[in-house]
């Protein structure tokens, strides 16, 4: 079955520091792998994904990402950060049948000046 | 139109009371999804449609709930017998694939049960 963990439910940086947040899958297929974003009283915006093809992926607002098969592991990441990146952040799988998105459970960006 | 909207954007509903929570996709996709979000917690998906029938409905938690989507566009969740347990964000998504794309979220419908 897939599933997805996000290591730390909080994570905070300074303005311009680098972004990294963490989400390793399991998957019994090769996996699509997805991050939104979820800003206070919003739904879920998709910031990038991963299908097939280049591991590095790019997606909005300068975030990106790399699929590491061998290390089971899609990181997020953004080299300089800004106030307004401040966010739940949520990796997801897609299960093999290919009818739902499984999320991980969120981590919560802070971005101090 | 041109995002999902979902309607009434807060719920409060007495224990026992049925609620129903409205969706309307992106205009021409055909894949419809609702989840669930709990505090603290990551979406946690209910049924998918694609088209007017529930290609995938593992996801709802007991037979108090139902969701209809009769024309292929605009889909109502259906909660009976609602239970202070019930109260989360309802998110409704849709795509124009079957998901591989990545989906596009409404904003939700927050449904408080007293």
Not at chain 1, 1 to 22: D, I, Y
Not at chain 1, 63 to 75: D, G, I, R
Not at chain 2, 18 to 36: K, M, N
Not at chain 2, 50 to 60: F, K, M, N, P, V
Request: aromatic share 12%; proline share 4%.
């Amino acid at each position: 079955a897939q599933s997805v963990t996000q290591l730390g439910s909080h994570v905070s940086v300074s303005e311009g520091a680098l972004v990294l947040l963490r989400c390793n899958y399991s998957s019994s297929v090769p996996p699509y792998l997805f991050w939104y974003v979820q800003y206070p009283n919003q739904g879920l915006q998709l910031l990038l994904k991963y299908t097939t093809g280049a591991t590095l992926v790019k997606g909005i607002n300068g975030f990106e990402a790399e699929f590491k098969k061998s290390e089971t592991s899609f990181h997020l990441t953004k080299p300089s950060a800004h106030m307004s990146d401040a966010a739940e952040y949520f990796c997801a799988v897609r299960n093999q049948a290919g009818t739902a998105l499984i999320f991980g459970k969120g981590t919560t960006l802070s971005v101090s000046s | 139109g041109a995002g999902v909207s979902q309607t009434p954007s807060n719920k409060v509903t007495e224990k026992g009371k049925y609620v129903e929570l409205r969706c309307d996709p992106i205009s021409g996709h055909t894949a419809l999804y609702w989840y669930r979000q709990s505090l603290g917690q990551g979406p946690e998906f209910l049924i998918y449609f694609q088209g007017t029938g529930a290609a995938d409905d593992s996801g709802l938690p007991n037979d108090r709930f139902f969701a209809v989507r009769p024309e292929g566009s605009v889909s109502t969740l259906k909660i009976q017998r609602t239970e202070r347990g019930d109260s989360a964000v309802y998110l409704c998504a849709s795509s124009g694939d079957t998901g591989g794309g990545g989906y596009t979220f409404g904003s939700g419908t927050r449904l408080t049960v007293v």
